[in-house]
Every structure is written in C-alpha cells, then in structure tokens.
C-alpha cells in the first residue's frame, strides 16, 4: 500500500468515524423537533440549546476541517472543484438553517402560538434533512473519491 493511499484511507476512517458520532445527535435533533408544542418554551429553549452546542463545538469544527484540508485534496485528485463547490454550498445551507434556529431560540421567551411551534418544528426538520443528505453525499459520492472506487 501506497503511503497516499494509506492517508486516504485513515482521512476515511476519521470521517466516518466522525459521522457515526454526529448521527446519534442528529437523532437528538430529530427528538427535539418531535416534542415543539408539547412541552414549554424553556424546556424547548434548553433542549434546542443543546442540539445548537453541538453544530457549534461539534459540526462547525468538522465543517471547518473539510473545507482547509479534505476538499482541497479531492479537488487536487479529482482535477475539477465542483463536488467541493457543492459541498461548501451546502455547508452553508447548514449554517444559515442553525443561525435561523439560533434567532427562534432567542424568541422562547414566551410560549409558542400553534402556528409559531409548526413553523418552527417545520425549520428543525429542515435542519436535521439538511445534515443527514449531506452527510449522505460525503458518504457515498465524495468518499469514494478519495479511494477512486468511484466510476
Ligand atoms: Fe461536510
Ligand atoms: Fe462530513
């Protein structure tokens, strides 16, 4: 074995690694989202506190590492930049959901009208789609690549 592919291999072994982590939250996430208008707003704004600390210290890192060194190396090996363009814009589709949620967070100061708790439940699946088809297409389209197992 190569020493490259043996790097390839271990950046794989991280990022999956790293994704099993993260899917356990995204379930975390998917939990929360089931319980907005069933619970009060400061129980929901500690439970969404919870989920939005962890795209922080979590997801945000993760992100942050992609795009300074994996993506970069994908484009180097692959000769084009477009899975990472595509990546990147979807990381910011990420971000700007989680700064939307940061902003409801900000709002549980009062109990939620039934329509506020529908829209709000509705941006938390949103959040949690977002993450899991991203994280999809890292998986079996970008990783792939890395290994040229891809067509
Ligand atoms: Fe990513
Ligand atoms: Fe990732």
């Not at 995204?26 to 907005?36: P, S």
């Not at 939620?112 to 890292?138: F, S």
């Not at 792939?144 to 891809?150: E, K, N, V, W």
Request: proline residues 3%.
């Amino acid at each position: 074995m190569s020493e490259m592919s043996s790097v390839m291999d271990a950046e794989r072994v991280f990022i999956e690694h790293e994704h099993r982590e993260m899917a356990e939250r995204i379930d975390r996430l998917h939990d929360v989202a089931a319980v907005v208008g069933t619970v009060s707003s400061a129980e929901l704004s500690f439970a969404l506190g919870g989920v939005l600390d962890w795209v922080k210290a979590t997801w945000e890192p993760h992100a942050a590492w992609e795009e300074a060194w994996l993506y970069p190396r994908l484009d180097a090996l692959t000769c084009t930049s477009l899975p990472s363009r595509l990546m990147r814009y979807e990381h910011g589709q990420i971000w700007d959901a989680t700064h939307r949620l940061r902003n409801d967070q900000a709002t549980l100061r009062h109990e939620l009208r039934h329509e506020e708790a529908v829209e709000l439940r509705g941006r938390m699946y949103a959040l949690e789609t977002l993450i899991r088809a991203h994280l999809d297409r890292e998986e079996h389209l970008l990783l792939p690549m890395l290994d040229g197992t891809t067509a």
